[in-house]
């Protein structure tokens, strides 16, 4: 049986479209894209920055590094969590100096962002 969707909230050309927009933000808040690190967490979070980052390039013809960070041994809600196996943590780039764009799918207790921040530190 194959997966039922519930609600579409965006098609793909919605989706392309509203990052393009949050790659001009970012590029307006940032002043260029000369000191920006994208960072994906783990799993869905890479797609995505891995997509902006795409845009960034794009937009400003300045390849922006985009890594990867595995959250999963530095959440506080480890042990109600099922267990999932550990992905590497890729840092293109030595991040001092840097601005760093932490990417994911999902907000909403701020959980995976704290932790990331934690890994990333």
Do not use: F, W
Not at 66 to 86: E, F, H, M, N, W
């Amino acid at each position: 049986m194959g997966d039922q969707v519930k609600a579409r909230v965006m098609d793909a050309e919605a989706i392309d479209r509203a990052l393009v927009r949050i790659a001009h933000e970012i590029l307006e808040r940032n002043k260029g894209a000369e000191e920006l690190v994208l960072i994906g967490i783990r799993t869905r979070g890479l797609p995505l920055a891995q997509r902006l980052g795409d845009h960034l390039t794009r937009i400003e013809a300045y390849p922006v590094p985009v890594g990867a960070v595995d959250i999963t041994l530095y959440r506080d809600d480890l042990k109600q969590r099922r267990s999932r196996p550990v992905h590497p943590t890729d840092i293109p780039c030595r991040l001092d100096g840097k601005h760093v764009v932490l990417v994911d799918d999902v907000l909403y207790t701020g959980r995976s962002i704290r932790a990331a921040m934690d890994a990333l530190v």
